[in-house]
Antibody, heavy 126, light 108 residues
Framework: EVQLVQSGAEVKKPGESLRISCKGS????????ISWVRQMPGKGLEWMGR????????SYNPSFQGHVTISTDKSISTAYLQWSSLKASDTAVYYC???????????????????WGQGTLVTVSS | EIVLTQSPGTLALSPGERATLSCRAS???????LVWYQQKPGQTPRLLIY???SRATGIPDRFSGSGSGTDFTLTISRLEPEDFAVYYC?????????FGQGTKVEIK
């Protein structure tokens, strides 16, 4: 059974750093990209960026570029999302999600998210 | 980036009725690379439809997707009690991948 298990809720102060995690199991971790998605309180979903665990190549939404860093440790099948300096506006639930590549005319197309972690609530408040 | 606008914002229907949800893109979505997700309160999003019209594994056939270019539709042929939720569309035709703001399907 495919599972993505995320780390627990965090309460931080503005300016603090944070790293949250997402551990994959039940599938070959290095064969599928992982994306991170933000959901602010009462709001919709926002794609933040993705990583290819096989080579750690990342791609970010320009809206999040420079403010977060996505990484993986494939030896423990875990992806990370980290901030060096949190803001109050970072308060949200953060989901990791596994990609489901679809083959179109012999080419794998990425962007479909088939399994999601349970979400990590990050609260940033002074 | 491609902006996705979903309508209506809220759809109030009764069980057994047909639901039609719209997702309009600010520019053409290449390859019909459009996904629909369902999210219930306090739960994670669930993949329903990808490639505009392909049902994900285990998704009942009362869910169907259609459309191309800038206009896409999710149809639920007969609403079951468990279908009352928020539905999001997402495009993956160009980066950054973007989501619509969601349509809430609520019980009338």
């Amino acid at each position: 059974e495919v599972q993505l298990v995320q780390s627990g809720a965090e309460v931080k102060k503005p300016g603090e750093s944070l790293r949250i995690s997402c551990k994959g199991s039940g599938y070959s971790f290095t064969n599928y990209w992982i994306s991170w998605v933000r959901q602010m309180p009462g709001k919709g979903l926002e794609w933040m960026g993705r990583i290819d665990p096989s080579d750690s190549y990342t791609s970010y939404n320009p809206s999040f570029q420079g403010h977060v860093t996505i990484s993986t440790d494939k030896s423990i099948s875990t992806a990370y999302l980290q901030w060096s300096s949190l803001k109050a506006s970072d308060t949200a639930v953060y989901y990791c999600a596994k990609h489901y590549p679809t083959m179109i005319f012999g080419v794998f197309i990425q962007g479909v998210l088939d399994y999601w972690g349970q979400g990590t609530l990050v609260t940033v408040s002074s | 980036e491609i902006v996705l606008t979903q309508s209506p914002g809220t759809l109030a229907l009764s069980p057994g009725e047909r639901a039609t949800l719209s997702c309009r893109a600010s520019q053409s979505v290449s390859g019909r690379y459009l996904v629909w997700y369902q999210q219930k309160p306090g739960q994670t999003p669930r993949l329903l439809i990808y490639g505009a019209s392909s049902r994900a594994t285990g998704i009942p056939d009362r869910f169907s997707g259609s459309g191309s270019g800038t206009d896409f539709t999710l149809t639920i042929s007969r609403l079951e009690p468990e279908d009352f939720a928020v539905y999001y569309c997402q495009q993956y035709g160009s980066s950054p991948w973007t989501f619509g703001q969601g349509t809430k399907v609520e019980i009338k």
